[in-house]
Protein backbone atom coordinates (compact mmCIF):
# COMPACT_ATOMS: atom_id res chain seq x y z
CA UNK A 1 0.00 0.00 0.00
CA UNK A 2 2.45 2.41 0.66
CA UNK A 3 4.42 1.70 -2.93
CA UNK A 4 0.96 2.60 -4.12
CA UNK A 5 0.78 5.75 -2.14
CA UNK A 6 4.19 6.79 -3.19
CA UNK A 7 3.83 6.00 -6.79
CA UNK A 8 0.36 7.98 -6.22
CA UNK A 9 2.24 10.81 -5.00
CA UNK A 10 5.08 10.93 -7.57
CA UNK A 11 3.05 10.94 -10.77
CA UNK A 12 0.80 14.03 -8.84
CA UNK A 13 4.21 15.84 -8.36
CA UNK A 14 5.41 15.36 -12.25
CA UNK A 15 2.06 15.90 -13.90
CA UNK A 16 2.22 19.19 -15.66
CA UNK A 17 -0.95 20.43 -16.72
CA UNK A 18 -0.68 22.29 -20.60
CA UNK A 19 -4.27 22.76 -21.19
CA UNK A 20 -7.88 22.21 -19.47
CA UNK A 21 -11.46 22.27 -21.06
CA UNK A 22 -14.62 20.85 -19.74
CA UNK A 23 -16.09 17.98 -20.91
CA UNK A 24 -18.95 15.46 -19.77
CA UNK A 25 -19.10 11.12 -19.01
CA UNK A 26 -21.70 10.02 -20.85
CA UNK A 27 -24.25 9.16 -18.66
CA UNK A 28 -22.88 10.77 -15.80
CA UNK A 29 -23.11 14.01 -13.47
CA UNK A 30 -19.45 14.06 -12.61
CA UNK A 31 -17.77 16.99 -14.88
CA UNK A 32 -14.70 15.53 -16.12
CA UNK A 33 -11.94 17.58 -17.83
CA UNK A 34 -9.54 16.90 -20.36
CA UNK A 35 -5.88 17.77 -19.47
CA UNK A 36 -3.23 17.51 -21.22
CA UNK A 37 -0.16 16.40 -18.94
CA UNK A 38 3.61 15.31 -19.09
CA UNK A 39 3.84 11.97 -17.22
CA UNK A 40 6.94 10.04 -16.21
CA UNK A 41 6.86 6.88 -18.65
CA UNK A 42 8.52 4.95 -15.73
CA UNK A 43 6.82 6.16 -12.90
CA UNK A 44 3.78 5.80 -15.27
CA UNK A 45 4.46 1.97 -15.49
CA UNK A 46 5.29 1.28 -11.89
CA UNK A 47 1.88 2.78 -10.97
CA UNK A 48 0.25 1.11 -13.51
CA UNK A 49 2.10 -2.24 -11.81
CA UNK A 50 0.74 -1.57 -8.61
CA UNK A 51 -2.76 -0.79 -9.26
CA UNK A 52 -3.14 -3.42 -11.67
CA UNK A 53 -4.46 -1.14 -14.97
CA UNK A 54 -3.06 -1.05 -17.91
CA UNK A 55 -4.87 2.54 -19.77
CA UNK A 56 -3.09 5.77 -18.91
CA UNK A 57 -6.42 7.29 -17.87
CA UNK A 58 -7.44 4.11 -16.03
CA UNK A 59 -4.14 4.38 -14.14
CA UNK A 60 -4.38 8.27 -13.59
CA UNK A 61 -8.33 7.80 -12.36
CA UNK A 62 -7.45 4.82 -10.04
CA UNK A 63 -4.17 6.79 -8.18
CA UNK A 64 -6.42 9.70 -7.92
CA UNK A 65 -9.15 7.59 -5.93
CA UNK A 66 -6.24 5.97 -4.25
CA UNK A 67 -5.28 9.23 -3.01
CA UNK A 68 -8.92 10.48 -2.19
CA UNK A 69 -9.31 6.84 -0.21
CA UNK A 70 -6.33 7.32 1.56
CA UNK A 71 -7.03 10.69 2.60
CA UNK A 72 -10.81 10.02 4.53
CA UNK A 73 -9.12 6.70 6.03
CA UNK A 74 -6.53 9.24 7.40
CA UNK A 75 -9.02 11.24 8.47
CA UNK A 76 -11.15 8.35 10.18
CA UNK A 77 -8.03 7.13 12.17
CA UNK A 78 -7.68 10.98 13.41
CA UNK A 79 -11.14 10.90 14.72
CA UNK A 80 -10.98 7.33 16.27
CA UNK A 81 -7.57 8.87 18.29
CA UNK A 82 -9.27 11.57 19.28
CA UNK A 83 -12.04 10.05 21.03
CA UNK A 84 -14.60 9.73 17.95
CA UNK A 85 -16.08 6.28 19.39
CA UNK A 86 -16.64 8.20 22.48
CA UNK A 87 -18.93 10.27 20.85
CA UNK A 88 -20.63 7.30 19.34
CA UNK A 89 -21.30 5.50 22.68
CA UNK A 90 -23.48 8.56 23.53
CA UNK A 91 -27.24 8.33 21.60
CA UNK A 92 -27.66 12.11 21.02
CA UNK A 93 -24.16 12.46 20.24
CA UNK A 94 -24.58 9.24 17.55
CA UNK A 95 -27.41 10.89 15.95
CA UNK A 96 -25.69 14.19 15.06
CA UNK A 97 -22.74 12.18 13.88
CA UNK A 98 -24.84 10.35 11.36
CA UNK A 99 -26.44 13.52 9.77
Do not use: C, F, H
Not at 2 to 29: C, W
Not at 42 to 50: D, N, P, S, V
Amino acid sequence: MKQVADAVSQVARRALILQDGPIYAAGSVRRVTKRLIDLDDELLAQAQRALNTSGISDTVRAALQQAASAAARARQVGWLREGGLEVMADPTQRADVWR
